[in-house]
């Protein structure tokens, strides 16, 4: 597999998750500590040998790295947000 659809596929696993959160901004706490779970459980669950390969592992690593990346930047917005000013 090339390194170029590599590093892309990490890329958009990586900033997506920020792209998400800065539109839509943060769910309930429960669900992003869920999604750091689920990454954990993603990773950390052998996969069986027909499973095995380049594609599959790097299916996994892009998943796990969205939902991890997603769980964790969630007190992000809070700590950036500023209240407007008024102005009368």
Known sequence: ??????????????????VLLYYFGTRRWY?????????LAVA???????WSGAGTDLAIGVCCTFLFLWGVAAPLPHRTHHPHSRTS
């Open 31 to 39: 669900w992003h500590a869920l999604s750091v779970c689920a990454a």
């Open 44 to 50: 950390l669950t052998p996969m069986p040998e027909k």
């Open 1 to 18: 597999m090339s390194s170029g659809i590599v590093m892309a596929a990490y890329a958009c696993a990586a900033i997506l998750p920020f």
